[in-house]
T-cell receptor
Framework: NAGVTQTPKFQVLKTGQSMTLQCAQD?????MSWYRQDPGMGLRLIHY???????DQGEVPNGYNVSRSTTEDFPLRLLSAAPSQTSVYFC??????????????FGSGTQLSVL | AQTVTQSQPEMSVQEAETVTLSCTYD???????LFWYKQPPSRQMILVIR??????QNATENRFSVNFQKAAKSFSLKISDSQLGDAAMYFC????????????FGKGTSLLVTP
């Protein structure tokens, strides 16, 4: 059981470049989300999805796009990378349905540096 | 948006001793969930314990327990019989029952365990 898989694990970009962080889960989870973790800031929600075809913004969505064409995949796109986007990015998923104290399953993170 | 505050950036405990990590949150909601996540140096996010706001009984998971004070909006984590493997960043998180599973994280507390 792979759980939540993120690729790549590390990435270096130049300012202005675009790229896509991949996230896939094999647990048939309806809910998926992207967080960024900056030193001293904790994790902050970028975008989330409650099912295929449905996405919404989180706390820090500017500079990022998402789409959810399948239940399994939830890619995060950086449109024009900026140094302020240097961070560790986590994808997370959980079961949907009636809201309970559902556990979030996290990927192992992507360390992104923008020069 | 709800805010989560962890006032202790760093804590230290001796092996086999007990330590308490503090967390307070701000919300106007009456129904919500609270979590503690552990992040070891591997960067993996691991759920430690969770609490439903409607439950008066404090959650317990082996050596981990919480002191949930709803009126005071406080949710502290107690680690008993501390082990070297408990050394990690600990994040307190809040989720509204109605907000689509988004988690609001605190900034974290770094726990050092000394032999």
């Amino acid at each position: 059981n792979a759980g939540v898989t993120q690729t790549p694990k590390f990435q270096v970009l130049k300012t202005g470049q675009s790229m896509t962080l991949q996230c896939a889960q094999d647990m048939n989870h309806e809910y998926m989300s992207w967080y960024r973790q900056d030193p001293g800031m904790g994790l902050r929600l970028i975008h989330y999805s409650v099912g295929a075809g449905i996405t919404d913004q989180g706390e820090v969505p500017n500079g990022y796009n998402v789409s959810r064409s399948t239940t399994e995949d939830f890619p995060l796109r950086l449109l024009s990378a900026a140094p302020s986007q240097t961070s560790v990015y986590f994808c997370a998923s959980s079961y949907g349905g009636i809201a309970t104290n559902e556990k979030l399953f996290f990927g192992s993170g992507t360390q992104l540096s923008v020069l | 948006a709800q805010t989560v505050t962890q006032s202790q950036p760093e804590m230290s405990v001796q092996e086999a001793e007990t330590v308490t990590l503090s967390c307070t949150y701000d919300t106007s909601e009456s129904d919500y969930y609270l979590f503690w996540y552990k992040q070891p140096p591997s960067r993996q996010m691991i759920l430690v314990i969770r609490q439903e706001a409607y439950k008066q009984q404090n959650a317990t998971e082996n050596r981990f327990s919480v002191n949930f004070q709803k009126a005071a909006k406080s949710f502290s984590l107690k680690i008993s019989d501390s082990q070297l493997g408990d050394a990690a960043m600990y994040f307190c998180a809040y989720r509204s029952r109605y907000s689509g599973y988004a988690l609001n994280f605190g900034k974290g507390t770094s726990l050092l365990v000394t032999p």
